[in-house]
């Protein structure tokens, strides 16, 4: 994948990190601005610690380029050293939404990448690249609850 900077993103990245990823894209009227400031508040609150990043997927790779996701960062106050959006191919960030991260809530579902990828959740995944958690990117408890899981892992 490419970030918000023209930078290759690779798991290596994320090598011995706890990081929260979500699926989102740039133009989305819908949920994807309350996401993106609960992803900044927890940014916020993770600042200083650098076992802990984040990793926002653009569903709509062909639209939001490097460029545009860096406009988007420069407007979330996205910090680059902390917070990677990234685009790239869209079969393999489908991919990682359904079958990685298990993102969308109707598991089993057969769909294609002509079903469009739009969810609100945040996982967080540990230091071993397990899922620890999902939690509503769009509710200001179970992003309490996220931020509290965050400091037990970090306590691990």
């Not at 620890?132 to 990117?137: D, L, P, T």
Request: glycine share 4%.
């Amino acid at each position: 994948m490419t970030n918000q900077n023209g930078e290759i993103v690779t798991n290596k990245t994320f090598d011995n990190k706890i990081y929260i990823t979500d699926f989102f894209f740039t133009v989305c009227p819908g949920i994807c601005p309350k996401m993106a400031e609960n992803m900044t508040l927890i940014q916020e609150e993770f600042l200083q610690s650098e076992d802990v990043m984040l990793l926002s997927h653009s569903v709509t790779p062909d639209f939001d380029t490097p460029e545009v996701l860096q406009k988007y960062a420069e407007r979330k106050k996205v910090n680059p050293n902390k917070w990677h959006l990234v685009t790239g191919d869209k079969e393999v960030i489908y991919n990682l939404g359904r079958n990685e991260y298990f993102v969308e809530e109707d598991l089993g579902e057969i769909k294609s990448n002509d079903d469009f990828l739009h969810t609100e959740n945040f996982i967080l995944v540990d230091k071993n690249r397990h899922i620890r958690g999902i939690y509503n990117g769009l509710n200001t408890t179970s992003i309490n609850h996220l931020i509290a899981d965050v400091k037990t892992l970090q306590n691990e």
